[in-house]
């Protein structure tokens, strides 16, 4: 665990160690190892935190938080059956070009999984996916939105569809540390102007559903109310003359960066049509994209976020909490921190989602980011496969499966 805090190479998701004692002076450089929070008590490994942590728990779950010997990892090349580690209920067999053939652990927590040996194949070719399921080269297989749509319709493949659940969201942030959008009143009038919902719907109609909050609606505990900014055109004109910028007079020129987002053209133009305002688009490839995020934010930016864990925290608390790794519009508010430690500090499942809500109302209103969609995911899963889904976080749970006798 203390590769994620290293200060020469901290992990991207440092933040989910913040709350051990001494992670964060840890990855800041002015503490040791020995100052973490982390010790062994014969086969337990025991975490001192420095506030309570219920999510901890879920926290740890996830893949960076495996505990392997010193040395693992660090060159992938070496990978062999004989030097795997691994805890899950597979472990490697062998790796030949395009296939991963995995094998049952025997050791694993919930007894040996039910099917002995999964094939990953890793290259099909110049083949489609469907193709080869259709074929019976594969049981199962992700498949994007245009081949689920007419599949839906076909006789042979539409029972094998399956629509997956999806721990992710698109949401638009705004560098908060420098004009204009350092003046919540200027990022209150953009989230107001346009009309998020619509440009989902009219862009992307079955690949996404359009966003109510930063939290997708699969994770454990999340409300049912809607966190997006209402939508008043006027309200928004009202919000910007007061920032001084009436009618747009004066607005300095912005860029808007993103990797590629299919809602640029909406929100340009409601920004324009509505507030006389029109930032700059840019697109890059995604590593200059986020290498741009991680130095130096860029005023306007969207971001697709898949959960690290099934966790409201994971989509608040990681993204928007003051000093937060992944905070990259460098948004700061005492009272959203406060409700996200009150949401770390209850067992109690009601509390935990009162103090959320009271933490998304705050984004709601102050507008440092603005939650666009919901993706949609689809796979064909063979007849008799049973299990066969992904665990919301974009991993097929292998343990799981079991051929239907």
Known sequence: WLRLVDPGAPSPLASLMVVVDGARERMAGTAGEEAVGLHAEGNDVVADLDRPGADFPAIVSGASFGIVPSGVGTDPAALTPDGFVGSGGYILASQARGTTTLRANDHYWAGPPAIATVRITTDIGDRSPVEAFADGEL????????????????????????????????????????????????????GMAVDWQRIVRLATPDDATPATSLVPPAIPGRGDGSF????????????????????????????????????????????DRELGIRPSYRTTDFDTFFDRLDTESPPMWTLGWVADY??????????????????YGHWSSPEFDAAIADAGSTLDPDQAADAYDRAELVVQRDVPAVPLAYARNWALARDGLLGAGSNGLGILRMAGLAWAR
Request: charged share 20%; net charge negative.
């Open 310 to 327: 099934p966790g409201r925290n994971d989509f608040l608390g990681v993204l928007l909490e003051t000093g937060a790794t992944n905070n």
């Open 228 to 271: 997006l900014p209402a939508h008043d055109p006027d309200g928004a004109r009202r919000l910007l003359a007061d920032a001084g910028y009436p009618g747009g007079r004066g607005f300095p020129a912005v860029t808007f960066l993103s990797g590629g987002t299919a809602y640029a053209d909406g929100v340009l133009a409601d920004l």
């Open 139 to 190: 049981d199962y297989v992700a498949i994007g939105q245009a081949d689920a749509g007419w599949i839906a319709y076909d006789a042979a493949l539409g029972p094998s569809l399956r629509e997956v659940p999806s721990f992710t969201v698109e949401y638009l942030g705004f560098d908060t540390t420098r004009p204009p959008f350092d003046k919540p009143q200027v990022r209150q009038a953009i």
